[in-house]
């Protein structure tokens, strides 16, 4: 009887570890169709907010904002570039394009950097000097931006100057 009654017992033991396992399969899972879903309305609502923001609609820059906020590093170049044609207020607002350009640079990409340090380049930005453009410049050519190479060789000493020897 006592082995009998111990079968049962690892049975009993064995099912609650196989109930516990597909449950936390069945969690994982439906925490990865989440996880899913919201990459798809942050992407949608990107799209959204960079079409409506280019047509002037107050909601589009909202939308953009947000997701921006939230670490969407396209939105925060697309924020940017709206910023800089004026589709957010009615005119450019260089300063305001040059933060979100920072941000989305910061995170690695080149598109951003080249186009902060095509803001100070081209004197869009009270103050910059082209020191400024050659560290963005800089950032972008360490991420593999042609153009950003280009301007350093014509403007500077190529990618050397992006590492000033002591």
Known sequence: MA???TTLLDRSAACAMLLLLL???AAS???EHRTGIEAAMAQNARALG???VMRGDARGSRLLRNAAANGDIKAQYNLAVAYMKGAVHGVPQPRAALLWYAEAAKAGFAPAAYNAGVL???QHIAGGTPLHATYWMCQAAMLHHPRARRWLDIHRNGLA???PSD
Do not use: D, I, N
């Open 50 to 52: 960079t079409q409506l």
């Open 161 to 163: 100057s992006c590492h």
């Open 29 to 31: 899972a439906a925490q």
């Open 23 to 25: 449950f936390a399969g």
């Open 120 to 122: 100070y380049a081209s």
């Open 3 to 5: 082995t009998r009654t």
